[in-house]
């Protein structure tokens, strides 16, 4: 059932913590997807709660020593105690961070005049992450505005073997040699790129009683053929929605989407039942997960059966409720027209969706099967959504999942 409402802050409460943001001017799952339970990822670890978040993975290049990123990222809910975690989750070398800040983004890889602030780790400016594992920095004091683009700068002294990132981050964000991380101006920052590197979590104090919802999904969710350096992601306009309305206590998305991913079987990412804990329950205030998630599982060759689907959905619901989780469903969209569609794999998406729709698993359900399919042929996505390789929705259909969303059903407890 829903949470008693608390009002919001209005627009006015955020256009004043600008001034002070961050200091400025001062069943039976098939063999190999049983879920790994990494020991040092505690559920909920650090507090506040997730403002930003992205699904690390194993990208195809090697750490390098003496590299500098300044990487942007969209906050939503505001808060003090602004915090970074992180990730060296896939590195087999450990990785030195010499120097890490955060800072308001003016534009580009400029910063807000005065607010580019040193964050620490123990009381220390710089750590070492161990191969395999995550940090999460102190608290830096002031606060941070929601809604705002924030510029994380690593400067990383020594690295080595794989590195730890998200390949698809549909943002530009900068690269340097040497330590420029102290600069706000972008005469260092020229090279660009469109990954995120090690940062995975940024987490905040926000009003209290505020929390969190986690999108554990594939490329939808990811955001792939939404327009690039416009938060136009589902969970982008999921956020904004958020933010609008008087009422409701879950503020902050986290998105952990990976491009390819699949429920049951590692591919690119670890599937959603070896990722779950690092990737969403290890997160600080997420009440809700929300899995929007098989569409790669059922197009596969070979594909599970439904059954086998819905067995490994049903593992992830169990285990996010014991972890105190609320967990929202959503239907599988249409893809007929993608190369991998097949009448085999509709009749396998028919059964799941069935399945989420009325199995009784989920907390509550969000049905974009219905938003996005046309009414002319079920099978496919409406073309006004369609970005046009007929699986991926584009800029409108985005905001139409979004919108699908039914802002009290993340309010919910767990079953």
């Given at each position: 059932?829903?949470?008693?409402?608390?009002?919001?802050?209005?627009?006015?409460?955020?256009?004043?913590?600008?001034?002070?943001?961050?200091?400025?001017?001062?069943?039976?799952?098939?063999?190999?997807?049983?879920?790994?339970?990494?020991?040092?990822?505690?559920?909920?670890?650090?507090?506040?709660?997730?403002?930003?978040?992205?699904?690390?993975d194993?990208?195809?290049?090697?750490?390098?020593?003496?590299?500098?990123?300044?990487?942007?990222?969209?906050?939503?809910?505001?808060?003090?105690?602004?915090?970074v975690?992180?990730?060296?989750?896939?590195?087999?070398?450990?990785?030195?961070?010499?120097?890490?800040?955060?800072?308001?983004?003016?534009?580009?890889?400029?910063?807000?005049?005065?607010?580019?602030?040193?964050?620490?780790?123990?009381?220390?400016?710089?750590?070492?992450?161990?191969?395999?594992?995550?940090?999460?920095?102190?608290?830096?004091p002031?606060?941070?505005?929601?809604?705002?683009?924030?510029?994380?700068?690593?400067?990383?002294?020594?690295?080595?073997?794989?590195?730890?990132?998200?390949?698809?981050?549909?943002?530009?964000?900068?690269?340097?040699?040497?330590?420029?991380?102290?600069?706000?101006?972008?005469?260092?920052?020229?090279?660009?790129?469109?990954?995120?590197?090690?940062?995975d979590?940024?987490t905040?104090?926000?009003?209290?009683g505020?929390?969190?919802?986690?999108?554990?999904?594939?490329?939808?969710?990811?955001?792939?053929?939404?327009?690039?350096?416009?938060?136009?992601?589902?969970?982008?306009?999921?956020?904004?929605?958020?933010?609008?309305?008087?009422?409701?206590?879950?503020?902050?998305?986290?998105?952990?989407?990976?491009?390819?991913?699949?429920?049951?079987?590692?591919?690119?990412?670890?599937?959603?039942?070896?990722?779950?804990?690092?990737?969403?329950?290890?997160?600080?205030?997420?009440?809700?997960?929300f899995?929007?998630?098989?569409?790669?599982?059922?197009?596969?060759?070979?594909?599970?059966?439904?059954?086998?689907?819905?067995?490994?959905?049903?593992?992830?619901?169990?285990?996010?409720?014991?972890?105190?989780?609320?967990?929202?469903?959503?239907?599988?969209?249409?893809?007929?027209?993608?190369?991998?569609?097949?009448?085999?794999?509709?009749?396998?998406?028919?059964?799941?969706?069935?399945?989420?729709?009325?199995?009784?698993?989920?907390?509550?359900?969000?049905?974009?099967?219905?938003?996005?399919r046309?009414?002319?042929?079920?099978?496919?996505?409406?073309?006004?959504?369609?970005?046009?390789?007929?699986?991926?929705?584009?800029?409108?259909?985005?905001?139409?999942?979004?919108?699908?969303?039914?802002?009290?059903?993340?309010?919910?407890?767990?079953?």
């Open positions: 059932m829903p949470r008693t409402a608390r009002p919001r802050r209005r627009a006015a409460l955020a256009a004043l913590s600008c001034c002070v943001a961050l200091g400025c001017g001062t069943g039976t799952v098939p063999a190999g997807a049983r879920p790994t339970q990494p020991p040092d990822v505690p559920a909920g670890s650090g507090r506040g709660v997730v403002t930003w978040a992205s699904a690390a194993r990208l195809g290049e090697a750490a390098r020593g003496d590299r500098g990123y300044r990487l942007v990222v969209r906050t939503s809910v505001g808060g003090s105690g602004l915090r975690r992180l990730s060296n989750a896939f590195g087999d070398q450990p990785v030195t961070f010499g120097s890490v800040r955060a800072g308001l983004r003016r534009s580009g890889a400029a910063l807000v005049p005065g607010s580019n602030r040193p964050l620490t780790f123990g009381g220390a400016p710089s750590v070492t992450v161990p191969a395999g594992g995550l940090v999460l920095s102190d608290p830096l002031g606060r941070v505005p929601a809604g705002s683009d924030l510029a994380v700068s690593l400067h990383v002294t020594r690295a080595g073997g794989t590195l730890t990132g998200h390949r698809t981050a549909l943002q530009t964000s900068y690269v340097s040699d040497g330590d420029h991380t102290a600069e706000e101006s972008a005469t260092h920052w020229r090279r660009r790129t469109g990954s995120w590197f090690y940062l979590a940024v905040v104090r926000p009003r209290k505020a929390a969190a919802v986690a999108a554990l999904g594939d490329s939808i969710t990811d955001g792939w053929h939404s327009t690039a350096d416009l938060n136009r992601r589902w969970p982008d306009h999921l956020a904004r929605r958020l933010a609008r309305s008087a009422t409701g206590t879950v503020e902050g998305v986290a998105n952990e989407g990976i491009s390819g991913n699949r429920v049951l079987t590692d591919g690119p990412g670890q599937s959603a039942l070896n990722r779950l804990s690092r990737d969403v329950l290890s997160l600080p205030g997420v009440r809700t997960v899995l929007f998630q098989g569409v790669n599982d059922i197009k596969a060759d070979p594909a599970p059966t439904a059954a086998q689907l819905i067995a490994g959905y049903r593992t992830l619901v169990d285990r996010a409720h014991a972890a105190g989780k609320c967990v929202v469903g959503a239907t599988i969209a249409p893809f007929k027209g993608w190369p991998e569609w097949d009448p085999a794999a509709e009749a396998a998406r028919r059964k799941v969706n069935a399945f989420i729709r009325h199995g009784g698993a989920f907390d509550a359900v969000t049905d974009v099967d219905r938003v996005l046309s009414p002319r042929d079920p099978e496919r996505m409406l073309p006004a959504f369609d970005s046009g390789d007929h699986i991926h929705p584009n800029d409108k259909g985005m905001r139409a999942v979004a919108d699908a969303v039914d802002l009290d059903s993340l309010e919910c407890r767990p079953g």
